[in-house]
């Protein structure tokens, strides 16, 4: 049997930060969802802190096409640059809104910017358009970003 879900706002003209709460006695699949669609649609001018020397750069999360391990930090690459942040992979892991996705031991893939994927026996190449940047994905992630992508390309 399928409980029907309230939904209520309030709203108070004197709240400072605007806040979503989710109640339920369960965290499950549905709940998860809700969350996941409510966090992709707050985060879509989601910034965070990026750096290039001694210099901050506050970019859009959307301008990422993917982050990276190398050495001991971790690489933002744009279009055409490539910045430093001082979160570790599994931080941004949880911190990068729905369109982010682990796709290696050391990378994460905005599946937004996807502009073709290359299957070989080992791994995937994902390319981005109007750049030379590519990045790989392993054998382990292909087929989750596989299915995310064929989720992404249905609901539109």
Do not use: W
């Not at 893939?109 to 030379?132: A, D, G, P, W, Y």
């Amino acid at each position: 049997m399928v409980k029907e879900m309230k939904v209520r706002i309030e709203v108070d003209e004197n709240f400072i930060e605007e806040e979503v709460v989710i109640r339920c006695s369960a965290l499950n699949a549905q709940i998860q969802a809700i969350q996941k669609a409510v966090t992709e649609i707050t985060s879509g001018s989601q910034q965070l802190v990026f750096y290039k020397g001694e210099t901050e750069y506050y970019l859009p999360l959307e301008e990422v096409l993917f982050f990276e391990t190398d050495g001991g930090g971790i690489n933002a690459h744009t279009a055409t640059d490539v910045y430093q942040t001082k979160y570790k992979l599994y931080e941004l892991e949880e911190l990068l809104p729905g369109y982010f996705m682990r796709i290696s031991k050391s990378g994460i893939l905005n599946i937004r910017k996807i502009f073709s994927m290359t299957k070989s026996i080992s791994t995937c190449v994902v390319e981005f358009q109007n750049t030379h940047k590519q990045v790989f994905v392993s054998r382990y992630y292909y087929k989750p970003l596989k299915e995310k992508m064929d989720e992404k390309r249905m609901s539109r």
